[in-house]
């Protein structure tokens, strides 16, 4: 978060002014402007438009257990339901309204580049050392906006599980990072759609089994093959341009996740 030059003078012209004049300076929405991005009215269930989708970024992490919310521009139940859960993450009054208070809370996450409070893009792009957003099967602007949804859910994630730091140890990785490395020939790392995450104050199965609320629709843990020292959590549900369906695909055996019994 930073306290930007919008609302600290916003702030200091209220001050210099009397009563009736103060309340409306104070209720005018500039005075909430933000460095990333700005909502100009209340959004609730049936509205429609790119502010709905900017919201839909910043709650996906807050889709609920084996779901995920669409980012498509329209506010409907599950947007809703995921307002609810954020709201009452962060101990707003939980109406499923994204109205200034909800607006006030993400402004306060989010640092200027649109990214939420504990995470970066350069955190993100590290999988081979910091390749930029090419290279991959997407466009740069693309991947670059996978990567934030991907942060979002990351910080839902880190919130659920008591605002303890998560580490990611690979976000995106370019196709020859990926090859490097030796990822999956159509690893979700490609598309900026994935996090291997660790975390030194929860065990990996408190991570992963956190992760199954937080809109992760690839999720996987000890007890998976060569994910032992990390959870792997993507959103390939949400991917249209990858070889696979889209659906649900969860193995952490070890933790109790699995076809089955999850
Ligand atoms: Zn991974």
Not at 132 to 146: F, I, V
Not at 196 to 223: E, I, K, W
Request: proline residues 4%.
């Amino acid at each position: 978060m930073r306290v930007n030059t919008w609302k600290r003078a916003a702030v200091a012209f209220a001050l210099a002014l009397p009563g009736a004049a103060i309340a409306a300076v104070v209720a005018a929405p500039a005075a909430y402007a933000d460095g990333c991005y700005t909502w100009n009215r209340t959004l609730t269930q049936g509205r429609s438009g790119d502010d709905v989708r900017q919201l839909q970024i910043r709650v996906a992490g807050w889709a609920g257990y084996r779901d995920i919310v669409e980012n498509d521009g329209r506010y409907g139940p599950k947007t809703a339901a995921a307002v609810k859960r954020f709201q009452q993450a962060y101990g707003l009054r939980a109406d499923g309204i994204a109205g200034p208070q909800t607006f006030a809370k993400l402004y306060q996450l989010q640092d200027n580049d649109c990214t939420p409070a504990h995470f970066s893009y350069s955190e993100l792009d590290n999988g081979c050392g910091g390749s930029g957003w090419s290279g991959g099967p997407l466009s740069a602007n693309q991947t670059k906006q996978n990567a934030l949804r991907t942060m979002w859910k990351l910080e839902a994630l880190r919130r659920s599980l008591g605002d303890k730091p998560l580490r990611v140890s690979s976000g995106y990785r370019s196709r020859a990072c990926n090859n490097q490395v030796g990822g999956a020939s159509d690893s979700q790392h490609l598309y900026g759609n994935a996090a291997d995450v660790t975390s030194r104050t929860s065990s990996l199965c408190q991570v992963a089994r956190a992760a199954r609320d937080n809109g992760f629709s690839g999720l996987y843990g000890p007890g998976y093959p060569d994910h032992d020292d990390h959870v792997h959590v993507d959103s390939r549900r949400e991917n249209n341009s990858d070889r696979s369906s889209n659906t649900t695909s969860w193995s952490a055996p070890d933790c109790g996740i699995g076809a089955g019994n999850d």
